[in-house]
């Protein structure tokens, strides 16, 4: 199981379900209290220059089901004792290599960290939209860009730590060498507007009321056609909450969209406003703005995901200098797992807690 700190992979799992589609505009429920709020918060781990309390370790634990179930996958009831003592370990590192800093890596996590929630951000496709779904588990985007900014460092600490470095050459020759990796497909730059035939809670809407929104819809095609600004009317009358903010436009490759919405979208001719069309989110009308022919994507753009891709694949390399190197880091500054439930089981094999940095797999085309 790869695993990363809470708050990248709230991030990351974010990142994974953020694909241009047209959303309902549901408002996430509000969270209740924090445990914390109700109990006294106890220190679990602790050292010198360590101390990790329940409410952080609770946390990062609730980032990590929220990306787990972000890929429909659900954590197995027989690995969440694991789960904590490897989401525990992670915390503990990231304290550690912290205290080990100089000011250059704290330079190379902040600028990683900003390139990070920047690409967040433009997949979110607005802050608005972007705080609505961390606000939905809980945090804010300046809580995790502090939190972001710490594991940032921690990773440029263990780069230099152990020397991990990739040259512009390597980066060349990947790319040069694994073209399929990079090809981006025939894609549209389309805006639409949406009007919803949910409710708050996301059930449909009575007959009566769709049909409201069947006239409402066919009200705005007419003013559409009829020469008045679409991103205006988008910002206006749109209850898609991802794009009205950018006046509705998203650009998208086969396989993003639901099905009627894509044929849609490809079938049209350039500045072409569609019909309306119908999908289980409400009316849709769409105007193509360009289509872009498939395409190999420069080097320049596609550089520093294939860095850091490489930069993880010479961590795998080096695994076990890296545990030996987080194992002395750990025993030097006393670290002490206060939690039974939380002190890692002895086993044979390679059951070993995964170590940071996270893997990001295969580097993947950017569509910008």
């Given at each position: 199981m790869v695993l990363v700190c809470g708050e990248l992979a709230l991030a990351q799992g974010m990142a994974a379900t953020s694909s241009p589609a047209p959303t309902d505009a549901a408002t996430p429920a509000k969270s209740g209290p924090k445990i914390s709020d109700l109990f006294p918060d106890e220190v679990v781990a602790k050292g010198k220059g360590v101390s990790i309390k329940r409410s952080q370790l609770d946390d990062a634990m609730v980032s990590i089901k929220s990306t787990f179930a972000a890929r429909g996958q659900d954590v197995p009831p027989d690995e969440m004792n694991h789960l904590e003592q490897q989401v525990l370990d992670r915390l503990i590192q990231v304290q550690i290599l912290l205290q080990k800093a100089t000011d250059q890596d704290k330079a190379t996590g902040k600028e990683v960290c900003q390139k990070r929630m920047e690409a967040f951000r433009t997949r979110a496709g607005s802050e608005e939209a972007f705080a609505r779904q961390l606000k939905s588990v809980g945090t804010t985007p300046e809580e995790l860009q502090s939190k972001m900014a710490e594991e940032s460092t921690a990773e440029a600490v263990l780069e230099r730590e152990l020397n991990i470095k990739v040259s512009d050459d390597a980066v060349k020759k990947f790319y040069d060498d694994n073209p399929s990796k990079f090809e981006q497909p025939e894609m549209v730059r389309a805006s639409h507007i949406l009007i919803s035939t949910r409710d708050e809670a996301n059930k449909e809407l009575p007959g009566d009321q769709k049909s409201a929104k069947r006239k409402k819809a066919e009200d705005v095609l007419k003013r559409a056609r009829a020469g008045e600004d679409f991103a205006k009317l988008a910002k206006e009358n749109s209850d898609d909450p991802g794009s009205k903010d950018k006046g509705g436009e998203y650009q998208f490759a086969r396989g993003q969209m639901v099905p009627e919405f894509e044929t849609a979208a490809f079938s049209l001719k350039t500045n072409q406003i569609s019909d309306i069309v119908t999908t289980t989110y409400g009316f849709h009308i769409i105007k193509l703005s360009e289509k872009i022919?498939?395409?190999?994507?420069?080097?320049?753009?596609?550089?520093?995901?294939?860095?850091?891709?490489?930069?993880?694949?010479?961590?795998?390399?080096?695994?076990?200098?890296l545990q030996s190197y987080l194992d002395k880091l750990k025993k030097d500054s006393g670290v002490e797992i206060l939690d039974e439930n939380l002190k890692p089981k002895q086993t044979a094999g390679n059951d070993a807690p995964q170590i940071l940095p996270p893997a990001t797999g295969n580097p993947k085309p950017v569509s910008k």
């Open positions: 022919p498939a395409k190999k994507i420069e080097l320049a753009k596609v550089s520093p995901d294939v860095k850091e891709f490489l930069k993880q694949e010479e961590m795998k390399k080096h695994q076990q200098d």
